[in-house]
T-cell receptor, first 117, second 111 residues
Framework: DGGITQSPKYLFRKEGQNVTLSCEQNLNHDAMYWYRQDPGQGLRLIYY???????QKGDIAEGYSVSREKKESFPLTVTSAQKNPTAFYLC????????????????FGPGTRLTVL | EDKVVQSPLSLVVHEGDTVTLNCSYEVTNFRSLLWYKQEKKAPTFLFMLTSSGIEKKSGRLSSILDKKELFSILNITATQTGDSAVYLC???????????FGKGTLLTVNP
């Protein structure tokens, strides 16, 4: 069964704590992405990775960190420096991140809803 | 700055109605426009459009792109309650990996 999995589905964090959200894909996709979605807002890009051992900041990277040690995995850490972390986090992947026409389609995982208490 | 604007922001219809959702964009070096459906969690891919005037169709859903006027529409005919969702429009440009998303249109189909 090919796809993207995210865990946990729900996550509660106390202020000042770091938490890590998991994202795994078995689609053999090169590129992976993290987005944040707030109510009434579109998806905003946090980080992306076009290839293993490389990643780039998106539009709202402050307070977040990522790693890409394996092709299948792209975990996101929400640090205590993120001022307003309560949101719905979506991970996505695409065949490649080189931006060539025909490879733009990104496929999404089911998301993690993070709530800061 | 890239802009993707969807309208309306929300829409309530009755089963059987036909709806048209709009997406206008301002991006440099446009490459493609994508439509997604989001029901509670993961957005699911609907269409990718790259050429003007060519309609993409899947069942009751269809979409067309106008690159001259910089917009796309998503049509849903004979709506069903299962069509209730947020519909997201996104645009890719240049040699960039990045998709810029609109805020989405919340469609509610009442029985």
């Amino acid at each position: 069964d090919g796809g993207i999995t995210q865990s946990p589905k729900y996550l509660f964090r106390k202020e000042g704590q770091n938490v890590t959200l998991s994202c795994e894909q078995n689609l053999n996709h090169d590129a992976m992405y993290w987005y944040r979605q707030d109510p009434g807002q579109g998806l905003r890009l946090i980080y992306y990775s076009q290839i293993v051992n490389d990643f780039q900041k998106g539009d709202i990277a402050e307070g977040y960190s990522v790693s890409r040690e394996k092709k299948e995995s792209f975990p996101l850490t929400v640090t205590s420096a993120q001022k307003n972390p309560t949101a719905f986090y979506l991970c996505a992947s695409s065949i490649e991140g080189a931006g060539r026409q025909g490879t733009d389609t990104q496929y999404f995982g089911p998301g993690t809803r993070l709530t800061v208490l | 700055e890239d802009k993707v604007v969807q309208s309306p922001l929300s829409l309530v219809v009755h089963e059987g109605d036909t709806v048209t959702l709009n997406c206008s964009y301002e991006v440099t070096n446009f490459r493609s426009l994508l439509w997604y459906k989001q029901e509670k969690k993961a957005p699911t891919f609907l269409f990718m459009l790259t050429s003007s005037g060519i309609e993409k169709k899947s069942g009751r859903l269809s979409s067309i792109l106008d690159k001259k006027e910089l917009f796309s529409i998503l049509n849903i005919t004979a709506t069903q309650t299962g069509d209730s969702a947020v519909y997201l429009c996104a645009v890719a440009r240049g040699s960039n990996y990045k998709l810029t998303f609109g805020k989405g249109t919340l469609l509610t189909v009442n029985p």
